[in-house]
């Protein structure tokens, strides 16, 4: 580009492009046309089925493979997918020189995250164990993505375990696992989707906590329930009080309701055992017997 100053013309430099540095892609998502094999590999799968005509039928006990209901296999040929789909179950034909077979099992796998030391938000060290469930969904995915699918999962539940509770106070960590455990899911399920991986379900097993922490709560626990009685016991002395003043308005109202109240009580306490009970009457009652009297 030229432009002119005070009749001198300059030319500016022409800015450079930038590099792009494109990283390369970490995972397979299988789109697309899948790659063939090659001109060489096609001679090689050629001779490969002379072979298997040559030597029937005895070829036909490496040829002919058999998979479970519960398990696909992935077929590689020269290094590269036949399919996307895997194969099975049931029987199906391979070429024994050029193809490699991978077997996935897509029943629901179980193991156990090893308890981990993990410190809360709170600053209380605790160990915390659960377990896993997941399965195979895509078991394409699962060979080409990923080295083995089962040890990886295994550790990325570990290090997600200590991550999601290191960040969870110790009174959460007790009374919300159902909550925790759905936060664990849904990030080690988005973690393996890319390997072919459903992770169905995550547990928190067991919360250990230090013992002298464990006395502590406790010793809390126990001063709480002390405290709660107490509240209660309180809250009855002020109901009994306040019913037996409400009885005895009632009673100063009515003398005779007072006498007969007193005779009643001797009654009920002569009928428990048979002793001798000295009462003190009460003066106001002998004042009215004996004026009544005379």
């Not at 290090?159 to 159902?178: C, F, I, P, Y």
Request: charged fraction near 25%; proline fraction near 6%; glycine fraction near 6%.
């Amino acid at each position: 580009m030229e432009r002119e100053m005070s009749g001198i013309t300059e030319l500016e430099p022409t800015p450079k492009p930038r590099a792009s540095a494109a990283a390369p892609p970490s995972t397979i998502h299988l789109e697309g046309d899948l790659p063939g094999v090659g001109g060489f590999g096609m001679l090689l799968t050629l001779f490969s089925y002379v072979l298997i005509l040559l030597f029937f039928p005895l070829s036909l006990f490496y040829t002919i493979k058999i998979v479970q209901e519960y398990e696909r296999a992935v077929i590689l040929r020269l290094g590269r997918l036949t399919s996307r789909k895997a194969k099975g179950p049931g029987l199906f034909f391979i070429v024994p020189c050029t193809d490699e077979i991978k077997v996935v099992d897509l029943r629901t796998v179980t193991f156990d995250v090893p308890p981990q030391e993990i410190l809360t938000k709170d600053s209380v060290t605790v160990r915390v164990d659960g377990v896993v469930y997941f399965r195979t969904f895509n078991p394409t995915m699962a060979v080409v993505n990923v080295e083995n699918a089962m040890n990886s999962t295994y550790l990325l539940a570990q290090t997600t375990m200590r991550s999601v509770l290191g960040t969870k106070n110790l009174a959460e960590l007790l009374s919300d696992r159902e909550a925790i455990s759905n936060e664990m899911q849904d990030i080690l399920d988005k973690a393996t989707d890319q390997w072919g991986i459903k992770v169905e379900r995550v547990e928190i097993k067991d919360v250990r906590l230090p013992p002298g922490f464990q006395r502590a709560m406790a010793a809390e626990a126990e001063s709480s329930r002390e405290a709660r009685a107490k509240v209660i016991a309180a809250e009855g002395e002020q109901n009994a009080s306040q019913a037996l003043k409400e009885a005895a308005d009632v009673l100063d109202e009515s003398p005779a309701a007072l006498q007969l109240r007193y005779l009643q009580t001797l009654n009920q306490i002569s009928a428990e055992r048979n002793h001798t009970y000295v009462f003190p009457l009460p003066l106001d009652l002998l004042i009215k017997l004996f004026g009544r009297s005379s």
